[in-house]
T-cell receptor, first 116, second 112 residues
């Protein structure tokens, strides 16, 4: 099973709403990632969790709050977003790299977020 | 500063043709170079990847050529099919995690 599952697939939220994006993988990967992708642009890294600890935060505004409850789950909590935050939010997972680790990152299908 | 430069931005080939997408990188610390394929409304899917100690890698109809001295790598799609029409991203990463730095992407259209 090489699947990363993201829910919901689509989300429309107002600027005063609080919502959460969810991501789940059962590949035993210990690194999980959030990327943001605008239309016709490449994915941009937001956060990296390794062994359930936040390892990298790419200067993302505090209105985005990641959480890793366990090794299989990754959440992204959203609060007071702006219309410019509308994008495809992608979750990915991989093994942290060691000497011979498989480093392939597997992406979910994404959550299409629209902020109104 | 864009660390991975990808060209062309878009590409149209006829069925059976061999589209070639090129990428160049600046950071010599990069040590893992994957290519992703993305269809509209879907997440990127890993196609093939290479490490700098290998000059070429083939998987099915997809081939990566890697030139370490020139800091360039390219994707060739043999016998292209209309189903290959998608956006292709090259990427690079440095040890530790797969924190990918992506190129800007190439929209490929394979005409029937």
């Amino acid at each position: 099973d090489t699947e990363v599952t993201q829910t919901p697939k689509h989300l429309v939220m107002g600027m005063t709403n609080k919502k959460s994006l969810k991501c789940e993988q059962h590949m035993g990967h210990r690194a999980m990632y959030w990327y943001k992708q605008k239309a016709k642009k490449p994915p941009e890294l937001m956060f990296v969790y390794s062994y359930e600890k936040l390892s990298i935060n790419e200067s993302v505004p505090s209105r985005f709050s990641p959480e890793c409850p366990n090794s299989s789950l990754l959440n992204l909590h959203l609060h007071a977003l702006q219309p410019e935050d509308s994008a495809l939010y992608l979750c990915a997972s991989s093994q942290p790299r060691g000497d011979e680790s498989n480093t392939e990152a597997f992406f979910g299908q994404g959550t299409r977020l629209t902020v109104v | 500063q864009q660390q991975v430069k990808q060209s062309p931005q878009s590409l149209i080939v006829q069925k059976g043709g061999i589209p070639i997408i090129n990428c160049a990188y600046e950071n010599t610390a990069f040590d893992y170079f994957p290519w992703y394929q993305q269809f509209p409304g879907k997440g990127p899917a890993l196609l093939i990847a290479i490490r700098p100690d290998v000059s070429e890698k083939k998987e099915g109809r997809f081939t990566i050529s890697f030139n370490k001295s020139a800091k360039q790598f390219s994707l060739h799609i043999m016998d292209s099919q209309p189903g290959d029409s998608a956006t292709y991203f090259c990427a690079a990463s440095i040890g530790g995690y797969s924190t990918l730095t992506f190129g800007k992407g190439t929209m490929l259209l394979v005409s029937p």
